[in-house]
T-cell receptor, first 115, second 113 residues
Framework: EPEVTQTPSHQVTQMGQEVILRCVPI?????FYWYRQILGQKVEFLVS????????KSEIFDDQFSVERPDGSNFTLKIRSTKLEDSAMYFC?????????????FGPGTRLTVL | AQTVTQSQPEMSVQEAETVTLSCTYD???????LFWYKQPPSRQMILVIR??????QNATENRFSVNFQKAAKSFSLKISDSQLGDTAMYFC??????????FGEGTQLTVNP
């Protein structure tokens, strides 16, 4: 069964450093998402991406964040200058098209720890 | 804006018994989807069950079923014959036509042997 994959599973970084979180969505999916979950809190939407551009973003997704689909398979989330409060689990998700495929499939997540 | 509320932060149930998790939501849309996701300690998000708002029939997936009350904007999850592996955080989520998923706060379910 096809699945969304994410690398790395755990990333530790120093405050102020740049990090890139990587995702490989399901191959025939066209819509891509990033969510984050601070420990003990609910899952929050960050950004959605379609046709090589951002289709929607939340208030969390400020200028420190960017997304990119550098090739036909990867979907990345970059945080330019990490802050302590960026420590969270980051989930990538993807979905197909059409009403019957409104389901988003989640990857296993990347745990980001900012020291 | 859509909101999702789960009013039960924690619940527990004995193995083999039935438990119901509550969820309410608020939206002005008429066409939307509702989901229950399970998040075990590994923190992977696993889809449990989904409900299309235009369908009156409640969704069922094996031991999992929902009680969808559109007028009341209520979407509860019933787990029958609870198993130890059902221990997890359960999130109710709402989506309107491919836009962002909006999650509730979650309910931590513990199944006791």
């Amino acid at each position: 069964e096809p699945e969304v994959t994410q690398t790395p599973s755990h990333q530790v970084t120093q405050m102020g450093q740049e990090v890139i979180l990587r995702c490989v969505p399901i191959s025939n999916h066209l819509y891509f998402y990033w969510y984050r979950q601070i420990l003990g809190q609910k899952v929050e939407f960050l950004v959605s991406f379609y046709n090589n551009e951002i289709s929607e973003k939340s208030e969390i997704f400020d200028d420190q964040f960017s997304v990119e689909r550098p090739d036909g398979s990867n979907f990345t989330l970059k945080i330019r200058s990490t802050k302590l409060e960026d420590s969270a689990m980051y989930f990538c998700a993807s979905r197909g098209t059409g009403m019957a495929y409104n389901e988003q499939f989640f990857g296993p997540g990347t745990r980001l720890t900012v020291l | 804006a859509q909101t999702v509320t789960q009013s039960q932060p924690e619940m527990s149930v004995q193995e083999a018994e039935t438990v119901t998790l509550s969820c309410t939501y608020d939206t002005s849309e008429s066409n939307y989807y509702l989901f229950w996701y399970k998040q075990p300690p590994s923190r992977q998000m696993i889809l449990v069950i989904r409900q299309e708002a235009y369908k009156q029939q409640n969704a069922t997936e094996n031991r999992f079923s929902v009680n969808f009350q559109k007028a009341a904007k209520s979407f509860s999850l019933k787990i029958s014959d609870s198993q130890l592996g059902d221990t997890a955080m359960y999130f109710c989520a709402f989506i309107w036509w491919g836009s962002r998923l909006t999650f509730g706060e979650g309910t931590q379910l513990t199944v006791n042997p």
